[in-house]
């Protein structure tokens, strides 16, 4: 009988690792960030943290404070309830058995990088306007 119920045990755990009842503050933090498309690195410079601390919290090793909570939460586009319980609104559990074809992988890849090197242009456009405006005299 136990080694039935440790069988059971070890297929519902495979199986239903991201359900709410099972998944981690972190296994959440991973799957939103996921399904955004962005790496640890990305999170990490949009929240102003390094990439250690993302890592820790994915990694269920730490925990943000509250006001990161808050804007994790926000830039991740998802509820803090669900965040910190999995209840209310988040993201789906991911597919694994939903292979996608080569060729879409490399649209998927392609159109990622290209969002990267556009939010780098942006970052880059502020930069200069903030240098541009700061060498304009007040009364122009």
């Known amino acids: 009988m136990a080694d ?13 690792w991201y359900s709410e009842d099972r998944a981690t503050f972190g296994d959440r933090v991973t799957g939103a960030r996921e399904a955004m498309g962005w790496s640890q690195k990305e999170l990490a410079k949009r929240l102003g943290v390094k990439l250690k ?9 730490s925990e943000p404070r509250a006001n990161k909570l808050q804007m ?4 991740l586009n998802i509820s803090l309830v669900w965040l910190l ?49 700061n060498t304009i005299p007040d009364h122009l």
């Open 53 to 61: 601390t993302v890592a820790g919290w994915e990694g269920d090793l």
């Open 85 to 133: 319980t999995g209840d209310g609104d988040g993201v789906d559990e991911p597919q694994e058995n939903a292979e996608l074809p080569a060729d879409v992988k490399g649209l998927l890849a392609e159109m990622r990088q290209l969002r990267g090197k556009m939010k780098e242009n942006i970052d880059q456009m502020g930069r200069l306007e903030k240098r541009l405006r």
């Open 72 to 75: 994790l939460a926000g830039i």
């Open 4 to 16: 039935t119920l440790a069988d059971t045990a070890a297929v519902e755990t495979e199986d239903d």
